[in-house]
């Protein structure tokens, strides 16, 4: 199955992607307010923004419900948001009064910025490549882009394979490269497996500091069928192959556990498991991979 259009993907967040009842998405910010400014997940943010000049605009794609916003404005600093979603972009509007660019990132006329964050954002893009470029674009020598985005080591095999919205993965050294290619430097790497987290500098002549490694052999192993015809990825531990997040089960409803092994049962569809996007075959299935 090839990908779907640009056009496609533009629409389907621009309408579909996370789609829920405008007053509910209000109401649900607004009662926010009441508990303060929200700091979990942002610990490394929280942290990173001492570096980060306050003198420029702090810029996010991908703004979603604007807690990074509320964050960074809590601590002084001129916010603007990208977001393609027509109504989280009007939510936060309404609830927090923060000016959000409704439009795809590349498409948008945006200012300079001192900062661009982006959170798990990148990989749902397109044309990441273009997506950097307009960073880039955007941005003087000494700004900074912080960019998070999940490692494809870690990254749990079915989603890299079968979760549509995921149209890129990237290793530590593979995103390097893209950022070097138009002007960063990665000035601190914070990734872990299951993640990519730079912090990265606009430079004149950015140099690379990750070194290229083998990543064969592991995504082999994590891709590997043994198993029956109606058992896909059988026997397999939790500590093979980036299998480290416990969280596929609640991604997975048809998946389950027994001792220390994952199995996903091939079967006919009879539930649906996922409110956004899935695939169902009919007859036999055939998966191969490259």
Same mark, same amino acid.
């Given at each position: 199955?090839?990908?779907?259009?640009?056009?496609?993907?533009?629409?389907?967040? @621009?309408?579909?992607?996370d789609e829920v009842e405008f007053d509910k998405s209000v109401k649900e910010l607004e009662s926010r307010k009441k508990f303060g400014v929200?700091?979990?997940g942002l610990a490394r943010l929280l942290e990173i923004s001492k570096r980060l000049?306050? =003198?420029?605009?702090?810029?996010? @794609?991908?703004?979603?419900?604007?807690?990074?916003?509320? $964050?960074m404005d809590s601590l002084g &600093?001129?916010?603007?948001?990208?977001?393609?979603?027509?109504?989280r972009a009007e939510a936060v509007r309404h609830a927090y009064g923060f000016?959000?660019?409704?439009s795809a990132f590349e498409n948008a006329r945006l200012p300079q910025a001192g900062t661009i964050y982006t959170n798990n954002v990148i990989e749902h893009?397109?044309? !990441?490549?273009?997506?950097?470029?307009?960073?880039?674009?955007?941005?003087?020598?000494?700004?900074?882009?912080? @960019?998070?985005? #999940?490692?494809?080591?870690g990254e749990v095999a079915f989603q890299i394979l079968f979760f549509l919205?995921?149209?890129?993965?990237?290793?530590?050294?593979?995103?390097?490269?893209? @950022?070097?290619?138009?002007?960063?430097?990665?000035?601190?790497?914070?990734?872990?497996?299951?993640?990519?987290? &730079?912090?990265?500098?606009?430079?004149?002549? !950015?140099?690379p500091r990750i070194p290229a490694e083998d990543f064969y052999p592991l995504l082999k192993r994590k891709l590997e069928?043994?198993? #029956? #015809?109606?058992? $896909?990825?059988?026997?397999?531990?939790? =500590?093979?192959?980036?299998?480290?997040?416990?969280?596929?089960?609640?991604?997975?409803?048809?998946? &389950?556990?027994?001792?220390?092994? &994952?199995?996903?049962?091939?079967?006919p569809m009879k539930t649906r498991y996922t409110n956004t996007i899935e695939y169902q075959f009919e007859g036999a299935v055939k998966l191969a991979y490259k």
């Open positions: 199955m090839d990908r779907p259009t640009k056009e496609w993907i533009n629409n389907f967040y @621009l309408k579909t992607w929200a700091k979990k000049n306050k =003198d420029k605009l702090f810029l996010e @794609l991908g703004s979603g419900y604007g807690k990074a916003l509320r $964050l &600093f001129h916010v603007m948001g990208v977001e393609n979603s027509e109504h000016k959000i660019i409704t893009t397109y044309e !990441p490549d273009q997506i950097i470029k307009k960073c880039s674009e955007l941005q003087s020598e000494g700004d900074r882009l912080v @960019l998070v985005t #999940s490692n494809v080591i919205p995921h149209l890129h993965s990237f290793s530590p050294h593979s995103m390097e490269k893209l @950022l070097n290619r138009y002007g960063y430097e990665v000035e601190e790497n914070f990734s872990k497996d299951s993640e990519i987290y &730079f912090l990265a500098k606009k430079a004149k002549e !950015p140099k069928y043994k198993g #029956s #015809s109606d058992l $896909l990825w059988s026997y397999r531990f939790r =500590d093979e192959g980036g299998i480290v997040d416990n969280n596929i089960f609640s991604k997975l409803k048809f998946m &389950f556990r027994k001792e220390d092994m &994952f199995f996903a049962a091939i079967a």
